[in-house]
């Protein structure tokens, strides 16, 4: 329990993690199965960045001279999350788009519905 | 460093770049022309450092950028990936001719230079999936090539391939959301992206005895995401639709390469950074075994219920994808060979058969149900021919390139008693099984056509012939001259 306290924001990142996780799995609105990706990735981008930070030091960007490299917090969790980001844009706007191209075809983004529509349309 | 070290690094560029200017290109004629030159230029550098590392058994790391580890992205090269990579680039050239016709057909005319910059997304994903030493560029490479992968099936853009496309899409994603907390938890607990520094860390952490718990739930994560990903039963359900809806060439490429980037990528986890023998304590191995063993019958008895060719044919994947999980689950040198074998093997074979099908239903208004592929075989031999070897292979006949794969399987189980009899059991019955779909299936193209269900006599396709000739000549290679290649993996193996 104390450990859960000690380390609070990956404790909240792993529940984030499952919500988002179950969201994707179990929602039927298909706007809501990708906010739940959204969610699941955004955890994993806080549990990077309470990684990287370390109490007390500064941000690694150098100002005039070169100073000590304990001075700084790690920059590798931040740039790993830049290029998460990155990837789950692109993978939020793909989905996006190909709902939007589901619900020209059934006028609906109820993903069971659409499973339905298919089959009494004899699609599948 | 001799020139040749530079070429993993330059197969997997050449691909991007092809992918980037294809937008440039006048229509879908040339972004057909650039892919294959993309996967061709593949081939003959994989096969000229193939020939280069293989017989002098070396391996090698080679840096991007020249920025040496911990800092700088590497690639490691054996002879293991470099099999891999030579087989990948030609099934990804010979798919692209046997489906060529068909791309042309089922894509929007304006689209099909997209669909071509899909493709070569997905050779230089797979190409650095196999080749990455590094996890996190893993980890963005396995997104590019699910993103481009589910555009390939939704490129036909029919009722069936958006919703399949849904269906693979939100499998996917939570695939590769479980692959990439495990990979952050493992970075958390070890502080290292590059595969060696990892194996060093993991190895201290396992001789200390620190962190045994989230070591285990890293390796359950991300097993079970690239399991996900890859069709292991229980998460095979998304694969027959996706794979049987989608246009010939992507179904190919997908059923044959796409999903076995996946695996390739676990494979070379468990060797370069938990190392196979923490693997075999932590006892992953004993679930993917039988979960392997599962998706044999499971695949085989849903291809015997499916009356759709190219859906039946998929259901095949799932069964063939578990021979490879049975291997790996064995967690031996041998067993692992023998998957790395069985994954050569169906990627030879099942992009074959997916061209040979469509192939055979383009004279009867690609009606794809076996009931009216009857007789289809005399309207066009070649792919009649292609189909009954793919077909003889995955059932298993000796000469044929999937009986090699099962010899493998069976003697690596020799040394453990209880893996060896579910092993030769579960292959037993699967044999079975798959003979009592392929054989009917065969049959029925084979049989003379009753009156007035024979279609026209289809016009001759020099791209597909090329690419038919090509894959029966691998799969008879794969099942009698099999020893070099066996060879090369094992050395590769113990490289790695």
Known sequence: ?124 | MPFVYNFPFFSIFICMISGIVTPLLKNGKWAYRLSLFAAGAGLALSGVLLGRIGPANESFSFMMGHFPAPWGNELSVGPLEAVLATAICLVMLMALLGGSRDIFDDVLPEKQKLYFIMMDEILAALLALTYTNDIFTAYVFIEISTIAACAIVMAKDSAATLVSTMRYLIMSLLGSGLVLIGIVLLYCITGHLLFPNLQQRVLELVATGQYTMPLTVVVGLIVLGLGIKSAMFPFHLWLPPAHGSATTASSSVLSGLVVKGYIILMIRLFYKVFTIAVIRELRITNVIFLFGLAGMIVGSVGAIKEGHIKRMLAYSSVAQLGYVFMGIGLGTDVGIMAACFQILVHACTKPMLFSCASALSAGRHHNKQLYALRGAAYENKLAGVGFTVGALSMIGIPLFAGFAAKVFFASATMAQPVKMWMTLLTLALSTVLNALYYIPAVAALWSRPAEGEAGEKQPSNPAFAISTVAFIAAVFFLGICYQPVVTLIQNGLALL
Do not use: C, W
């Open chain 1, 1 to 124: 329990m104390e450990h859960l306290l000690i380390n609070h924001y990956e404790t909240a990142a792993v529940i984030l993690f499952g919500i988002g996780f179950l969201n994707l799995l179990l929602q039927n609105n298909l706007v809501k199965k990708i906010i739940g990706f959204g969610i699941m990735d955004s955890a994993v981008y806080l549990f990077l960045a309470s990684q990287g930070y370390i109490a007390g030091r500064l941000a690694p960007i150098l100002v005039g001279e070169v100073a000590n490299a304990a001075d700084y917090i790690n920059p590798i969790p931040a740039g790993l999350v830049l290029t998460g980001i990155v990837v789950s844009v692109s993978v939020t706007a793909f989905s996006l788009a190909l709902i939007q191209r589901l619900y020209q075809k059934y006028k609906t983004v109820n993903f069971d519905e659409i499973v339905l529509l298919a089959r009494q349309k004899g699609d599948e």
